[in-house]
C-alpha cells in the first residue's frame, strides 16, 4: 500500500532512468565526437527529441516486463530475452538491407530500428525533423502503446 496515487508511483520510478538515458546518449555523443571523431552534422535538438521518444518506448517495455515478472530473476531474463534481439534486429551490427526478407518485415515491429536510423542521419547526415518524420513518429506511436499498456497493466497490479 502507498498513499501516492499510481501515476506519481510510475514517474518516481522511471523519471531517474528517463534522465540516465539522457546523460548517457549525450556521454556517447561526447566521447564519439572526440575519441573517434565522429561527426555531428545535426542539431542536438532533434537528437534529443528522438532519444526521448525512444526512452519512452524501451522504459514502457522495462515496466511491462517487471508487471508480468514474478520476481527479479524472471524481470533480468525478460529484459535480456527482449534486448537481443532488439539489438541484433535493429540495423546497427546488420544491415537490414542484408536481411532475408522476412526478417525485415520485422524489424519494422523494433523501436531500436528507429531510433538506430534516426542517430545516423542525424550525425552523418545532417537530418532534421523533416527528413525523420517516418522515424520519429514511429518511436512516438511505439511509446505512446507500449507505455499505456505497461501504465495500466502498472496501475492494475497496484489493486
Not at 72 to 93: D, N, Y
Not at 119 to 125: C, E, P, Q, T
Not at 133 to 145: E, I, K, N, P, W
Amino acid at each position: 500500500m502507498t498513499p501516492i496515487r499510481p501515476l506519481v508511483l510510475l514517474l518516481g520510478k522511471m523519471a531517474p532512468f528517463f534522465i540516465i538515458g539522457i546523460l548517457d546518449v549525450a556521454l556517447a555523443l561526447v566521447a564519439g565526437a572526440t575519441v573517434f571523431d565522429v561527426p555531428v552534422r545535426g542539431e542536438l535538438g532533434v537528437v534529443l527529441v528522438a532519444t526521448c521518444l525512444y526512452l519512452l518506448s524501451t522504459l514502457g517495455v522495462g515496466l511491462l516486463i517487471s508487471t508480468v515478472s514474478a520476481n527479479q530473476q524472471q524481470s533480468f531474463l525478460g529484459g535480456l530475452l527482449f534486448a537481443m534481439p532488439a539489438i541484433l534486429l535493429s540495423g546497427v551490427m546488420t544491415p537490414i538491407r542484408a536481411m532475408p526478407d522476412w526478417l525485415a518485415a520485422i524489424t519494422r515491429l523494433n523501436p531500436v530500428r528507429y531510433f538506430v536510423e534516426a542517430i545516423r542521419a542525424i550525425l552523418l547526415k545532417g537530418a532534421g525533423f523533416q527528413e525523420l518524420s517516418g522515424q520519429l513518429v514511429a518511436l512516438a506511436m511505439f511509446g505512446t502503446v507500449i507505455l499505456t499498456l505497461s501504465a495500466l497493466r502498472f496501475s492494475k497490479r497496484l489493486r
